[in-house]
């Protein structure tokens, strides 16, 4: 156990320590009399005083110390031997057997040895050896106590710490935290590592110097375990513009797996609303702990290697042993019981393994307890099969618990008919006779235009599969056909005998041997439904795929549309769909899962691999095994993103790189491969293999799941690889694959070979050879079948990473391109500015459950919708980035511009307007931003109950009786009388030459517009003269108003006004620059005109913008350049506590 460091003073002592190992820092040592064969006396002293010492008093046989050349103090730190000269030791290590002590010297050797050489000072390193051991101690504590119970004291003291140091709000919540280092270029910062549902933080104070990290999960673009320099295991988290390294862990496993799965369940959260619509797991981040994930990683796990829905929820999880009559013994493994089924995988990967759906279960019994068969119970089925399972820890409550189930089941799903009898089967009318109109075609929008799909289709579904109604004979002699399926299905009824013949049979081995082979057509379809256990679904669902035939059929929409332009495209060569007969049935099911599963709908692919189920299985057989590959074999396969197919193309990548790593090395893209192999993962080889090969594959993928395919891909890879390092381009290497493809045969098949669109890819002059499938198959399996279910699950959660994220780029650098051309910010600033728009949504997402921010995000919107903020999140954004601040006038300003840009008036507005709104406030022109301040002022951004009582203008009321004469320094007064007039003049004429002209402003709206600019101008070095200059330029303005209120009043310029005008500008005194005026100090005259007139003021944005030009430091003001730059690394800065403070002021 490690030791808090503590010296050890040995100076004269008798030498009680034997060295076995030492280096550079670490020793490590044995107390003499323990563990030698004979003994001198010295080792038969200690040994004796060790024996009689009280056990509270004996020392610990082995140790580990501590030295640091060149220093005068040695430190103890696992029980060691002293070194020649040394005097002082640090103990930080004991061990009771020389294995325990071992673990901590290669701990020390892996973490520590080559780390110590990047310090210059001594005692530098002695501080960092003892803080790392003060640290794994503290975290062997903790791991100790959350043991025990469920709240450990530990842990919320590093809650307090993590609180404190990060400033997070209490919403995000803490899942687990490790001791460990982070690397900073060659040197190592000892600290603590914060794992939290939305973020990964580190903090660290060594040697004076404070470091804190805080990487939000939705940032990590790669995950992933490797070495450097000095350490040979390291987690590297890899972001946008940095990668952190991370090592010394006590568990580094159990920390990079928690790292992943926080990783993946952020992402799918946050950037993939398909997943978080269908895992409510995710719907509740704050409810998850430690604990919690780990449950689910074996929840996800089970429900992968025993292929159920996505619904089942595992409820225990116990060691056994189960009775296998085939093997005439028990054989050990572990048993799975959840919500609807129980399993059992046997700890040797593939010996046995069981599916029990608890509908098919009729009894579960205790049995008597013996030494023979301890803790048993037995498992019944209604096909008169039963399974004992013994050695069974808390058996009393497992039956308790699996009866409960059981009674729910059966009440839930009755028993109705067995589905393996060949029965006949009757079913409703699929005729409709609804006609398109309002309605919803599941979550899609059905046309109006009245049409209806012409069809004519059979009023029954097909009651049997379509290959025995379009049988055809092949090349071979019939005799030497049937010979060969008649052996095949006598192989497998001879298997059923012994293993059994429904769902719950055993699978092994040889089951897998005879599925490799090819399954007979007459079994085919049957054992698809019991290897992917639609057969439960299909018992359990009487008449709902008629129900739904019924509701969808006849009706038109954009989802039956695409259905209706591929239906002649599916197996066009197969004369079952060259009949009506085969066309409406493949049209009956697409629909009907379509109207199932309206997020899926359809997807291109389908109805190619829906015509082969049909082909051998029944319709409504067909359309279960449709709903078992979608939703359960091949998850997020067909949707609009194929993030599945994605996923998978990714990780076959990686076993390319793996296993084939001459074929990676010559071909450096490995993305052309992925991208040519697409179509193999999406079709399963039907639409490039001829199908008598491909439905042996298909019988592989309905038995071994998506296994089957990457490992057949990477044997078809491993077959062409020579020809492949040879290829040139990317067109040569689809060429080869092609080919090859189009020439594997099935020589078994008992139909004629289906002729397949690739055969223009053969060369008619040179015979290519031919593969034979069961071959190819064969060599996959003894070549590539080592990949283990949990292997692959580990590589596609790693990979969604990257895929999600690129996804993200993807987006993310089409929406700067759209940008760009419409901006002046520089593409790098721009991209900092999407980045911070993207986070100010992400942030809301994270600490704000009810927000409708989670609903602003769809992937499936174009490019430039899919991130929208709302009015809160853009206040925030406008107080981080806008140049334009006015103190507690900002917010109201902010306001006025999401009015403004909101154009839709749906309370959201995308980065495009947000950055063509940024851009005028830093890069426009001087009229270009008067003008968007004008807007600013103008309905729809200016309401009648817009708040402005933070505005520093309250009460004082502009004053109109100022004149127009402007004081100079040298005490002259200069006549603006003409220029004004000519100014009208000049307006008069641009005005006709705007595109759109903007509304007049009226006095209120003036009046809001003054205090904005008034309140710009504050704390701005030039305040004093752009205050002056303001009130020139409101005095002249009220003035223009008036004299267009005259105007229009008279039908003609009042020219009397104006002289009055220039009289009053003779008799002005000092107070001139005066801009507010109390209502008592206005003149008679002008209070009663502007009573009386004030509905009619107004100004235009001409006005203005002539007025402000003639005031140099107004024009300099706007004219200044900007820096966004700076502006953007402080919103980067500041983003989360602006945040953070927003929570607190509103719970308080």
């Known amino acids: 156990m490690w030791l808090k460091p503590e010296e050890v003073l040995l100076k004269n002592a008798l030498k009680l320590w034997v060295t076995q190992k030492s280096s550079c820092y670490f020793i490590l040592q044995r107390r003499r009399g323990h563990g030698e064969g004979g003994g001198r006396f010295t080792g038969r002293l200690v040994g004796a005083l060790d024996a009689v010492l009280d056990s509270n008093a004996r020392v610990a046989p082995f140790r580990i110390l501590l030295q640091v050349p060149g220093s005068q103090v040695y430190s103890p730190i696992a029980c060691g031997e002293l070194l020649n000269g040394s005097e002082v030791y640090w103990a930080i290590a004991i061990g009771a057997t020389l294995e325990e002590i071992n673990q901590h010297w290669e701990w020390l050797e892996q973490n520590l040895l080559h780390t110590l050489s990047v310090f210059d000072n001594k005692e530098d390193i002695a501080s960092f050896v003892k803080g790392k051991i003060k640290a794994l101690i503290a975290e062997e504590t903790s791991s100790k106590l959350a043991e025990q119970e469920e709240e450990p004291e530990k842990f919320r003291e590093a809650l307090v710490k993590f609180e404190a140091r990060f400033n997070f709000p209490e919403a995000e919540k803490l899942i687990t935290y490790y001791s460990c280092c982070c690397w900073k270029g060659r040197v190592p910062r000892q600290g603590w590592l914060y794992l939290s549902i939305n973020h990964l933080c580190f903090y660290s104070f060594f040697l004076g110097k404070e470091l804190k990290l805080i990487i939000p999960w939705v940032d990590v673009q790669k995950l992933e375990r490797t070495c450097n320099v000095f350490m040979t295991d390291t987690i590297r988290i890899t972001t946008q513009n940095k990668e952190r390294d991370f090592s010394m862990f006590l568990n580094l496993d159990e920390v990079f797996k928690i790292m992943e799965q926080l990783a993946d369940m952020t992402l799918r959260r946050l950037l993939d609303n ?29 429900r992968a290697f025993f292929r159920l829905p996505r619904k089942e929820k595992l409820h225990e999880v116990v060691d056994c042993s189960l009775w296998t009559p085939f093997s005439r013994c028990h054989t050990v493994g572990r048993m799975f019981a959840s919500d609807s089924y129980v399993c059992f995988a046997s700890k040797e990967d593939g010996c046995c393994n069981v599916v029990l759906p608890l509908r098919e279960v009729v009894s579960i019994e205790k049995m008597e307890d013996t030494s ?7 498992i019944s089925i209604r096909s008169k099969m039963a399974f004992q399972f013994i050695e069974l820890k808390d058996r009393e409550s497992l039956v308790e618990n699996l009866l409960r189930r059981l009674k729910q089941v059966h009440a839930n799903s009755p028993v109705h008919y067995d589905t393996l009898k060949n029965e006949a089967e009757t079913s409703s009318l699929f005729q409709s006779t609804s006609v398109c109109s309002d309605q919803k075609f599941g979550n899609l929008k059905l046309s109006q235009n009245g049409n209806t799909v012409d069809k004519e289709t059979s009023p029954l579904p097909n009651s049997e599969a379509l290959i025995a109604i379009f049988h055809q004979s092949g090349t071979q002699s019939p005799d030497s056909r049937m010979s060969r399926e008649q052996i095949k299905a006598s192989l497998w009824n001879d298997h059923f005998v012994e293993y059994g013949r429904t769902v719950c049979m055993f699978r092994t081995e040889k089951i897998r041997k005879l ?62 769909f060259q009949n009506e007969t085969g066309i409406a049935a493949l049209r ?130 491993e077959a062409n690889a020579v020809e492949l390092c040879g290829s040139k381009d990317d067109g040569q290497a689809l060429m080869i694959l092609s080919r090859f493809l189009d020439h594997v045969k099935n020589e078994e098949s008992p139909g004629p070979p289906i002729g397949n669109h690739h055969a223009f890819f053969s060369d008619d002059q040179e015979p290519y050879p031919v593969t034979d499938i069961a071959d190819l198959i064969r060599d996959s399996y003894e070549k590539f079948g080592d990949q283990s279910v949990e292997m692959i699950e580990h590589m596609r959660c790693r990979h969604r990473i990257r895929v999600l994220q690129g996804h993200e780029d993807t987006t993310k650098q089409n929406v700067l391109r759209v940008v760009i051309p419409e901006v002046s910010i520089l593409p790098e600033d721009l991209e900092e500015l999407y980045d911070l728009f993207k986070r100010e949504h992400m942030i809301s997402c994270y600490w704000e459950q009810t927000s409708p921010a989670f609903q602003h995000h769809n992937p499936n919107r174009p490019y430039a919708e899919q991130y929208l903020i709302d009015a809160q999140q853009f206040t925030n954004l406008y107080k981080l980035v806008s140049p334009w601040t006015c103190g507690a ?90 220029q004004l007039k000519q100014m009208l003049k000049d307006l008069a004429k641009e005005k006709d030459k705007t595109e759109k002209e903007l509304p007049k402003m ?132 500041n983003q989360y506590s602006l945040k953070t403070n927003e929570l607190s002021h509103q719970s308080e």
């Open 1002 to 1133: 009226s006095q209120r709206e003036f009046i809001q517009f003054c205090k904005t600019l008034y309140s710009m101008f504050h704390e701005d070095p030039e305040e004093n003269d752009l205050y002056q200059a303001i009130a020139t330029v409101t005095t002249l303005l009220l003035q223009i108003g008036e004299v267009g209120q005259r105007s229009s009043s008279s039908g003609s310029c009042s020219d009397e006004y104006m002289d009055d005008v220039q009289t009053e500008a003779c008799a002005s005194t000092s107070d001139q620059d005066s801009v507010f005026t109390d209502m008592g100090k206005i003149p008679q005259r002008h209070s009663q005109s502007l009573s009386m007139t004030e509905g009619d003021w107004t100004v235009s944005l001409e006005h203005i913008l002539a007025s402000l030009l003639t005031e140099q430091s107004l024009v300099n003001f706007f004219e200044k350049p900007l820096d966004i730059k700076s502006k953007l690394e402080n919103a980067k800065i």
């Open 588 to 717: 009956r099911v697409l629909t009907a899962y379509a109207h199932r599963n309206p997020k899926i709908g359809y997807c291109q692919s389908m109805n190619i691999l829906t015509s082969v189920l049909l082909l051998y299985a029944k319709e409504e057989e067909a359309f279960w095994l449709l709903v078992a590959v979608c939703e359960r074999m091949l998850p997020d396969y067909f949707n609009h993103r194929v993030i599945g197919a994605q996923v998978d193309q990714s990780v076959f990548e990686e076993l390319i790189r793996d296993r084939l790593p001459e074929l990676a090395e010559h071909m450096k893209d490995l993305s052309t491969l992925a991208s040519i192999s697409l179509s193999w993962f999406l079709t399963l080889f039907l639409s490039i293999m001829p199908l008598e090969s491909a439905v042996n594959v298909v019988d592989c993928f309905f038995y071994d799941g998506i296994k089957a395919i990457f490992q057949l891909g990477l044997a078809v890879l």
């Open 889 to 978: 006038h900002t917010e109201i300003l902010a306001e006025r511009t999401f009015r403004l840009l909101d154009e839709n008036m749906d309370n959201l507005i995308a980065f495009k307007g947000f950055a063509v709104c940024l851009d005028i406030m830093y890069n426009g022109e001087m009229n270009e931003k008067i003008k968007l301040l004008y807007r600013l002022h103008l309905p729809p951004a200016l309401t009648e109950n817009d708040k402005d009582s933070q505005s520093p203008l309250k009460n004082p009321l502009l004053s109109t009786s100022r004149p127009l004469v402007f004081g100079k320094s040298n005490g002259d007064a200069i006549d603006y009388q003409k």
């Open 274 to 302: 398909e997943i978080f619509e269908l895992d409510p797991d995710l719907q509740e981040p704050t409810q998850i702990t430690k604990r919690d994930l780990e449950a689910r990683a074996q929840n996800e796990f089970f």
């Open 372 to 378: 023979l068969l301890p803790n048993p119970i037995i």
């Open 515 to 576: 599925v490799a082979m090819g399954i007979p057509e007459s079994l085919r379809g049957k054992l698809w439904l019991l290897f992917s256990d639609a057969v439960t679904d299909l018992a359990s669902h009487p008449g709902y795929y008629g129900n739904l035939v019924e509701e969808s059929m006849g009706k038109c929409c954009l989802v039956t549309e695409e259905i209706e332009r591929d239906l002649h495209r599916s197996l066009p060569e197969h004369p079952a």
